[in-house]
């Protein structure tokens, strides 16, 4: 796992946010006219909870090793050069470790916030009871 593993994201479904948008969308009273919609997950959840997760569906231990964020620089800069796109995911591994993820929703106006309901223990049961396919997660 890149980093800590302790940092909270929340995490939306794409299908919450497909049928979030379709309502906003075909709402006949057009009361979000000209809003912003905020569009959330239903939780926040740090990588080792998700780990945790799956070790639950699955029934066993899921061993897990961590790569600090001081190798994850050193990796960042060390590929730039010859491959940047990895250089890139690497970066983007040190922002979701250490970056406030958790949903913002301080201050928002209440009627401008969506929140998706299906959790990640959804998504990870129907993917390991039923296969990628069927929990809409592809490969």
Not at 28 to 36: N, R
Not at 71 to 82: G, Q
Request: charged letters at 20%.
């Amino acid at each position: 796992m890149f980093g800590r593993g302790r940092n909270p994201i929340n995490f939306v479904a794409a299908a919450d946010v497909a049928a979030i948008v379709e309502e906003v969308v075909v709402d006949a009273d057009g009361a979000a006219d000209g809003t912003t919609i905020e569009v959330v997950g239903p939780a926040n959840v740090t990588f080792d909870e998700l780990v945790a997760m799956f070790a639950r569906a699955l029934g066993r231990p899921v061993p897990t090793s961590h790569v600090p964020r001081a190798v994850l620089r050193a990796m960042a800069i060390a590929f730039r050069p010859f491959k940047p796109v990895l250089a890139d995911q690497i970066a983007a591994a040190i922002t979701l470790d250490s970056t406030d993820m958790t949903e913002q929703l301080l201050g928002r106006d209440p009627a401008s916030i969506r929140r998706g309901a299906t959790t990640f223990d959804d998504v990870i049961r129907r993917r390991v009871t039923q296969g990628p396919a069927a929990a809409g997660v592809a490969g």
